[in-house]
């Protein structure tokens, strides 16, 4: 087909106007990006995850409004703007995208291959997202550990339970490939748990722990930065010499020993230290992109997404289960709070009182009740 001359002259002059004028991702990726680096490790890895989500998701008139956007601040404006979600909920779509291609995934073949970090020992399936992942990987779960257990000073409390785990003395960590087969039966429909038992070997009490992570790329580090938390502060509120204490024959004798050294911790605080080391350490700092966490939950009470404490605290089911990200987000902006106005030894007294009841608990170590802070929790 011959193209008429002038056509062929406008598209050669059309093409460099273009890319001087229309904004691109590319552009977009390059202005965003932290002047130091060292400040923001992850923003390389999880930016263009972030960005080829939206554009798998949000038309191409509306992205290149996106592009525009001239720094960081309006750059989250303007995704709310052409998303019409928050963040949070931006946030979970991508999970339920990335879900999507994760249970349609085959349960992978063959052998788990593994990887030692710090305490933990990680298992992974062969060319999969977390062994192209692994030093990232090591790198966050060992961070975690540590700040989590520094946070409340656990490190002793800890240590004594983690000298009593069976086998070698290792934290599994296993990092699922696909939501078939045995991350079905060991994560259900959530993409994270960690679980804490106990056993008799050689007449002695030992006690085992393991993480579940559905892996399914970079994004997947928030999941396994929650998990750590909790793995720390199961282990950490274990009685570890009350257990020990007690000599074990038999299942009765082991259940008996285990139930009284379990502390139980209060959803609130579990679930609010899973989402600390996220928000408050973990992800957030490292991508340097999202919002500081005060500022997302502040926007989420605008629209009327929060609770107040004392409901939050009580634990309401139904709102954890549907409002999962909510719930935890609150509770560390919560214990953020608390950390700063009332000092960690408080915290950690409430950590380690052993009543099933937050409510009754907070208000033993605090004075108070919840409901008494909540002014000046949000004029902070
Ligand atoms: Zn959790």
């Known amino acids: 087909m011959k193209i008429p001359?002038?056509?062929?002259?406008?598209?050669?002059?059309?093409?460099?106007?273009?890319?001087?004028?229309?904004?691109?991702?590319?552009?977009?990726?390059?202005?965003?990006?932290?002047?130091?680096?060292?400040?923001?490790?992850?923003?390389?890895?999880?930016?263009?995850?972030?960005?080829?989500?939206?554009?798998?998701?949000?038309?191409?008139?509306?992205?290149?409004?996106?592009?525009?956007?001239?720094?960081?601040?309006?750059?989250?404006a303007l995704l709310e703007k052409v998303t019409g979600r928050d963040l949070l909920e931006t946030g979970e779509r991508m999970f339920e995208a990335l879900e999507k291609d994760a249970v349609r995934a085959p349960a992978p073949p063959g052998d788990w291959v593994n990887s030692e970090a710090g305490p933990f020992t990680l298992h992974m399936r062969p060319d999969s997202a977390a062994q192209r992942d692994l030093a990232l990987i090591e790198k966050d779960a060992t961070e975690t550990w540590t700040r989590v257990a520094a946070l409340l000073d656990l490190s002793e409390a800890v240590d004594a339970?983690?000298?009593?785990?069976?086998?070698?003395?290792?934290?599994?960590?296993?990092?699922?490939?696909?939501?078939?087969?045995?991350?079905?039966?060991?994560?259900?429909?959530?993409?994270?748990?960690?679980?804490?038992?106990?056993?008799?070997?050689?007449?002695?009490?030992?006690?085992?722990?393991?993480?579940?992570?559905?892996?399914?790329?970079?994004?997947?580090?928030?999941?396994?930065?929650?998990?750590?938390?909790?793995?720390?502060?199961?282990?950490?509120?274990?009685?570890?010499?009350?257990?020990a204490k007690h000599a074990l024959e038999d299942k009765a004798g082991l259940k008996t020993a285990f139930l009284a050294a379990y502390r139980k911790v209060p959803a609130f605080l579990h679930e609010g230290l899973g989402d600390y080391a996220l928000y408050h350490h973990g992800l957030q700092k490292s991508w340097g992109l999202l919002p500081e966490p005060r500022?997302?939950?502040?926007?989420?009470?605008?629209?009327?997404?929060?609770?107040?404490?004392?409901?939050?605290?009580?634990?309401?089911?139904?709102?954890?289960?549907?409002?999962?990200?909510?719930?935890?987000?609150?509770?560390?902006?919560?214990?953020?709070?608390?950390?700063?106005?009332?000092g960690k030894e408080l915290v950690r007294r409430w950590l380690f009182s052993g009543e099933p009841n937050g409510a009754k608990s907070f208000a033993k170590v605090f004075g108070t009740g919840i409901d008494a802070l909540e002014k000046e929790f949000w004029s902070r």
């Open 5 to 76: 001359a002038v056509l062929v002259t406008s598209l050669l002059l059309a093409a460099p106007l273009r890319s001087e004028t229309q904004p691109t991702r590319v552009d977009l990726e390059a202005r965003l990006a932290p002047a130091d680096p060292g400040t923001a490790p992850l923003y390389g890895v999880l930016t263009p995850l972030f960005l080829d989500h939206l554009e798998r998701t949000v038309s191409k008139d509306r992205l290149a409004e996106l592009w525009k956007a001239t720094d960081r601040n309006a750059f989250l």
């Open 161 to 243: 339970s983690h000298r009593l785990l069976a086998g070698d003395g290792r934290i599994d960590v296993y990092l699922h490939a696909a939501r078939a087969g045995e991350g079905k039966d060991r994560l259900g429909h959530g993409h994270g748990g960690t679980s804490l038992g106990g056993t008799i070997v050689d007449g002695k009490g030992r006690l085992t722990t393991r993480i579940d992570v559905l892996y399914l790329n970079a994004f997947s580090l928030a999941v396994l930065e929650h998990e750590v938390a909790h793995a720390v502060v199961l282990l950490a509120a274990f009685d570890a010499a009350a257990f």
């Open 295 to 342: 500022k997302i939950l502040t926007s989420l009470r605008a629209s009327g997404k929060t609770l107040p404490l004392e409901e939050l605290l009580a634990g309401d089911v139904r709102f954890r289960a549907k409002n999962h990200k909510v719930f935890s987000l609150e509770a560390a902006a919560f214990l953020d709070f608390l950390l700063a106005t009332r």
